[in-house]
């Protein structure tokens, strides 16, 4: 069985020297550092999951991203993606919940 295509929309903003092997195990990714609202469309386009961390993925690239089922933001944030076209088309929208929660409020005791 054929992995699912995955397009890494903006790679480059997640820092340097992050281990993706776990993730090219389960997935045929295609690494973009980073994309402009016009790439985002023509770079999910037969992609059945969409990686994102900042780029803004629009209505129009939904729309158009037939094959779409996932838009995975590796950012605790959904704000770049449309939800209602999103679930107009059917496609799950995942964040990172409870990122640096730990982190977070030792830091405010800290203070």
Same mark, same amino acid.
């Not at 590796?74 to 990122?99: F, H, I, Q, W």
């Given at each position: #069985?054929? =992995?699912? =295509?995955a397009?890494? *929309? /903006?790679?480059?903003?997640?820092?340097? !020297?992050?281990?993706?092997?776990?993730?090219?195990? *389960?997935?045929?990714?295609?690494?973009? /550092?980073?994309?402009? *609202?016009?790439?985002?469309?023509? &770079? +999910? $386009? /037969?992609?059945?999951?969409?990686?994102? !961390? @900042?780029? @803004?993925?629009? $209505?129009?690239?939904? &729309?158009?991203? @037939? %094959? *779409? @089922?996932?838009?995975?933001?590796?950012?605790?944030g959904?704000? !770049? +993606?449309?939800? $209602? #076209? $999103?679930?107009? %088309?059917?496609?799950?929208?995942? !964040?990172? &919940? /409870?990122?640096?929660?730990?982190?977070?409020?030792?830091?405010?005791?800290?203070?």
């Amino acid at each position: #069985m054929a =992995k699912p =295509k995955a397009a890494f *929309l /903006d790679f480059a903003t997640v820092g340097p !020297n992050v281990d993706t092997k776990a993730l090219e195990a *389960l997935v045929d990714v295609r690494y973009h /550092d980073r994309s402009d *609202l016009f790439e985002v469309g023509p &770079r +999910v $386009a /037969d992609c059945e999951i969409a990686i994102v !961390n @900042k780029s @803004k993925v629009d $209505a129009d690239a939904i &729309r158009e991203a @037939k %094959r *779409l @089922k996932l838009i995975a933001l590796v950012a605790t944030g959904s704000d !770049n +993606v449309d939800p $209602a #076209m $999103a679930k107009e %088309r059917g496609v799950a929208v995942a !964040n990172l &919940r /409870d990122y640096s929660s730990t982190s977070l409020s030792q830091h405010v005791f800290a203070l």
